[in-house]
């Protein structure tokens, strides 16, 4: 037995995070075992609310990683699913950052043990780029950090304009920055709190010149009186700045807590469908949307690397998509 005094004042070991691992059921009904989670899952885990899909009405999502770094949004868009996830939280959306220390030690354990490359989306519960104009900047903190290894990327998902420490950051060849879109009248009607279409559009150019990896995610779209126009106009936006790496498409869906805690009820209208992630709009309007985009973005610039969001497997097959092949906005 070691003297008491010596214990008393050794020094304090850090004791390393946890890695977790589980057996996942792939998209292609293969199994495998893949990263699960850091210790409780509350920095960095996998995503896997959605079951794997057993029948034309379930909803098709792979299982991607998640960076919790923060809680909340400022934007408040009307059909927010974080109205629902967040219902029992006192401070509801409001945003709320992690400390930056456990998620550095988090994230440098994920880096030493999980070798099958991952992108790691900050965007699933919060604005990636909400805090940008503060004291603490997250991009400025935590790009450095993926830079120190070449397997994983970070992924960042906004529809912040705020990119001025980005500009600044010389190295991101682990980082990918993908912006939600909609066409200007619907973003107008039910993303008010957000920068308007144009400004983010110009934003994901200027970041592209600068030589990040661009994606978009134009989602939910939706299906207002005379909704191609606008959402062709978006393409057209899109592609006068930038050309991205991929696109991906979701049409509007609500799951039944998101309803029930929306202030703003007006877009449930469109709502018509039930799936094993929410109300979604009927599926012959969702084919003809999606069918519709997609072929102008073939017909006009010839640009194919297009995935679907939280949509129903029958949707994949009647598009004729490989859903098993799926390259959408949180994968590899």
């Known amino acids: 037995m070691r003297p008491l005094q010596a214990t008393l004042f050794e020094p304090e070991r850090k004791i390393s995070p946890r890695v977790k691992y589980q057996k996942y059921t792939l998209l292609d009904g293969s199994e495998e075992y893949k990263f699960k989670q850091i210790n409780d899952g509350s920095i960095i885990t996998r995503f896997d609310k959605t079951p794997h899909a057993l029948n034309p009405k379930d909803v098709i999502c792979p299982h991607f990683v998640e960076l919790k770094w923060a809680y909340g949004c400022p934007y408040d868009c009307s059909w927010c699913y974080l109205k629902g996830t967040f219902r029992f939280r006192p401070e509801g959306i409001k945003p709320v950052s992690k400390d930056f220390e456990k998620i550095k030690l988090h994230l440098q354990t994920f880096f030493s043990e999980v070798q099958e490359p991952e992108i790691l989306n900050s965007g699933e519960i919060a604005d990636s780029l909400m805090f940008e104009n503060g004291v603490k900047s997250f991009s400025k903190f935590v790009i450095p950090l993926f830079e120190e290894q070449d397997i994983h990327k970070i992924l960042f998902l906004t529809k912040s304009t705020n990119i001025t420490n980005l500009l600044e950051i010389e190295e991101h060849r682990q980082t990918i920055v993908s912006f939600s879109l909609n066409a200007v009248p619907v973003a107008a009607k039910w993303e008010r709190r957000a920068p308007d279409v144009i400004r983010r559009v110009s934003a994901a150019g200027k970041l592209y010149n600068a030589g990040y990896s661009i994606r978009i995610r134009i989602d939910p779209m939706v299906p207002i009186d005379n909704w191609y126009r606008p959402y062709k106009g978006l393409i057209d936006l899109i592609f006068s700045r930038i050309n991205p790496e991929r696109i991906t498409l979701g049409s509007l869906r609500g799951l039944q807590s998101t309803i029930n805690q929306t202030k703003d009820s007006s877009w449930t ?23 519709k985009i997609m072929g102008y973005l073939d017909a006009k610039y010839k640009y194919n690397a297009i995935a679907l969001c939280k949509e129903t497997a029958e949707m994949w097959e009647k598009l004729r998509m490989n859903y098993q092949k799926i390259k959408c906005n949180c994968v590899q």
């Open 269 to 291: 209208i469109y709502l018509k469908e039930s799936s094993n992630w929410g109300k979604k709009i009927d599926f012959d309007k969702r084919f003809l949307m999606y069918s």
